[in-house]
Each structure stands twice: as C-alpha cells, then as structure tokens.
C-alpha cells in the first residue's frame, strides 16, 4: 500500500504561483505513473497532468498546456506540478495519484490508478 501526501496548496492572489508537491511516505514515486487531479466545489474529479517517472513522459490537459508544469525530484522522490498565472477558476481541492504500469493514453481517467492523497486546497483570489 503506497501512502501518497500532497503539500504546497493555500491562498494565492490572481496572477500569481504555487507548486504542489507529492510524495509517497517511505517511498518513493520513482516507477509510477503519477497523475494531479483538481475537483472544485459541485464538479466532477478533472484531470491536470500526469508524468512517467521512466522516461519523464508527460501529458496534460489541454487548457492547463503553458501554465503547468508537472515534473520530477529525483532526489526526493517526488512528483511536483508548477502552477503559475493562476485564476479563480483553479480554486479547488487538488489530488495526486499514482499507478504503475499505465499507458499513457489512460492516465486522464481517475479511475486508473490505484493510490490517491488526501488532497490540498488551492484558492486563488481575484
């Protein structure tokens, strides 16, 4: 059972940037699939990017293509997604999770992995 943590979330004015980290408690995510989903108030789990720790494969969604970047620590372990210019309309709770052995064609489905964080809120202001 892998343990996922989310940290970086909090209050950021409109314009400005964030970068979320996620980690796996005594582990680490090198060979995972690792995936950021957001889910705001009232709206379904939307994908954000996911990254193939081999290889350093990415994919995102394609409104959030320029603005963030999801990348890898190889020293930590970790899987962090850099936010910048971001707008009221990101606020939301925002979730990693990991999974091995996924292509990437399936890694905008929630339903493709197996391991998930308990979330951390971002609220941009305006």
């Known amino acids: 059972q892998v343990q996922l943590q989310e940290s970086g979330g909090g209050l950021v004015q409109s314009g400005g940037s964030l970068r979320l980290s996620c980690a796996a408690l005594?582990?680490?995510?090198?060979?995972?699939?690792t995936g950021w989903f957001r889910q705001a108030p009232g709206k379904e789990r939307e994908f954000v990017a996911a990254m193939r720790w081999t290889g350093g494969t990415t994919r995102y969604m394609n409104s959030m293509r320029g603005r963030f970047t999801i990348s890898k620590d190889s020293a930590k372990g970790t899987v962090n997604l850099q936010m910048r210019n971001l707008e009221p309309e990101d606020t939301a709770v925002y979730y990693c999770?990991?999974?091995?052995?996924?292509?990437?064609?399936?890694?905008?489905?929630?339903?493709?992995?197996?391991?998930w964080g308990q979330g951390t809120q971002v609220t941009v202001s305006s």
């Open positions: 005594g582990d680490s995510l090198s060979g995972y699939v």
């Open positions: 999770a990991a999974g091995r052995n996924l292509i990437m064609g399936v890694t905008h489905s929630p339903s493709s992995y197996n391991y």
